[in-house]
């Protein structure tokens, strides 16, 4: 048997060693011109791996399936059971490695909804959470924080617009604003006040999400 030193390295404490960190997001959702399919999935690993590197929690990957509200039809996603089976199978091979404690990190609106099932896994000796940013889509927040990932085009940002790509803000999905008030909301904001790459904007939200969850995790240790 090896002796492994908990102690090494730059961490917060030995027992961090307990805390595993999950990215979540969507590989297959339409934001626009100027960001990527896999927008959420970026920034939630991007995001995830950060907080990893701080705290010294264990990076744990990220779940490749992610669901949706049926009525927002902006790209492909799957079943709340297939995210909640992707997540049992991280966090029963997490827990072959001495994590407790589990950090959702989730960058998708739609992953939401899998809250209900994932409180049914937690138990007296496993502990799962998820803490989840929800922007409007592809719109002025997200092409920002894009921007700061680096996972944004600029060249495309002129194209970038609600008329053309309904998906940006909700603003052509209609039965999704029809069904729900908050995403018809968030529409009105978009045809109203457009949207536009704020960069300075930008890298504070990033920031100030990484050291959001990096808090999140001292609270867990």
């Given amino acids: 048997m090896v002796d492994l030193r908990y102690s090494s390295g730059n961490i917060f404490s030995e027992s961090v060693h307990e805390i595993g960190i999950i990215a979540l997001g969507s590989f297959l959702e339409n934001h626009g011109s ?31 399936p992610s669901t949706e509200y049926s009525y927002v039809k902006h790209g492909i996603h799957d079943s ?8 049992k199978y991280l966090v029963e091979n997490g827990r072959k490695i001495g994590i407790k404690k589990f950090l959702i990190i989730n960058c998708h609106g739609g ?38 990932v680096g996972i944004l085009s600029e060249d495309k940002m002129k194209d970038h617009d609600p008329k053309v790509y309904g998906e940006i803000g ?3 999905l209609t039965e999704a604003r029809e069904k729900n008030e908050a995403i018809d909301l968030e529409a ?3 045809e109203e ?10 890298k504070s939200l990033l920031n100030d999400l990484i050291n959001n969850y990096v808090e999140i995790v001292k609270n867990m240790i």
Avoid: Q, R, W
């Fill in 34 to 64: 100027a960001l990527p399919i896999d927008t959420d999935a970026k920034i939630a690993s991007y995001i995830a791996l950060n907080v990893s590197i701080i705290t010294g929690a264990k990076f744990l990957g990220i779940v490749l």
């Fill in 188 to 190: 009105k904001s978009v």
């Fill in 111 to 148: 992953n939401t909804i899998i809250e209900d099932e994932l409180l049914k896994l937690n138990s007296k000796d496993c502990f799962i959470t998820m803490n989840s940013v929800c922007l409007t889509h592809a719109s002025t927040e997200e092409v920002s924080l894009g921007y700061a």
């Fill in 193 to 202: 006040n457009g949207v536009f790459l704020d960069k300075v904007n930008g």
């Fill in 170 to 172: 909700m603003v052509g």
């Fill in 80 to 87: 709340i059971e297939d995210v909640i089976n992707y997540i």
